[in-house]
């Protein structure tokens, strides 16, 4: 009898370190006696909304606001583990994390800032994977209209031709179980919109355009009379999106942004490159850049803090009359594109800023 033997091939090399200090999901800044950062893994680049590049060489404290227990101390680079607590970047932005600092054997003075975000999935953006709640809520929302809608045409129906037979004192029910049906069809409508699990075809795309379009919507229609100001960076290069996503995208932030803000508010929409920018594919080793940023920024109050970590989840809303599809909307077409959408309260005083963080279209 003849054993087949299996060919064993050689494991590779261990990775270099700085391959792991890059892959580790914790956001480490690597701090030298004289305070200054001297390099950053992509998860603190996310974390702090800087690049590598816009870090080292800065001292900590111009980018980020410095627990009082740490500063304290007296003892730049001393080792100090502090749990849970709430900090905040010079630019505004708020989030709680694990404020660990330990200190380098045999380099006296050198220290690894390690910030554990447990909330990084929602209000830094989803991951680009779709989690097992979010397949659910896809999968019943797409039972329910399947289930719901073709009755509804009958419904309709039925109640026309009711109204023709009627007495006219009458009538005004009949429209008014045809204006209900008719208001649940738009419901099922957007229902639909959420399921739809094909691939989304993407393209090179300049955004200006599709902004300035979506603008004219807005001032014309459903945030007519409210401020909206521009801040973009002009030498922004395409992007790789779908435009009539990206159109419906920029609707439904505008909308709530106009709806939050009020007709005495102000929006602010801003564009920008972010190098070193980048998110993991879902179990993928590898990472994607996603360098060009588009805000839509709002004076208005924000979220409920109760509901600021499940702003994207699906059926969930900060207003009574609210269907909790909207965000759960722009969540899925910003994450079929490839890219990233974020929630965050920012500045002094406080703005709400959704964050857009799309691939870049590449040259050829």
Known sequence: MVVA???????????????????????????????????????????????????????LADTLVLPTAYVERGEPGAAIALYDVPLMTVRGGRFRADFIVTTVPDWPGWSLLSLHYAGAGHSMGHRLERGGGIRAAIGAAGM????????????????????????????????????EVDRIAALIDQMEGFT???????????????????????????????????????????????????????INLIKNASEATGKNGHITLTTGYRHGVSVSIDNSPGRRPLPIELCVIDDGPGAPPELAEHMFDPFVSGRPEGRG????????????????????????????????????????
């Open 5 to 59: 033997r299996r060919r064993l091939t050689a494991p590779p090399g261990p990775p270099a370190p700085g391959e792991l200090f890059n892959a580790l999901s914790a956001a480490l800044l690597v701090i030298d006696p004289d305070g200054l950062v001297r390099d950053a893994n992509p998860a603190a680049e996310n974390l702090l909304n800087h690049s590598r590049a816009a870090l080292c060489g800065r001292m």
């Open 144 to 179: 329910l209209a399947h289930e719901i809608k073709n009755p509804l045409s009958g419904i309709r129906g039925a109640a026309q031709l009711l109204e023709q037979d009627v007495p006219a004192d009458a009538q005004g029910l009949t429209r008014l179980i045809r204006a």
């Open 196 to 250: 739809d699990t094909r691939p989304l075809p993407v393209a090179a795309e300049n955004i200006y355009p599709i902004l300035d379009h979506v603008r004219q919507l807005a001032a014309r229609g459903f945030a007519a009379g409210v401020a909206i100001h521009e801040r973009y960076d002009p030498s922004l290069p395409p992007a790789m999106l779908n435009r009539d996503a990206m159109v419906q995208i920029l």
């Open 325 to 364: 599809l909207g965000l759960a909307l722009v969540d899925k077409l910003v994450r079929d594109m490839g890219g990233l959408v974020q929630y965050a309260r920012e500045g002094m005083p406080e703005r709400t800023v959704f964050r857009l963080l799309l691939p870049r279209a590449t040259e050829g």
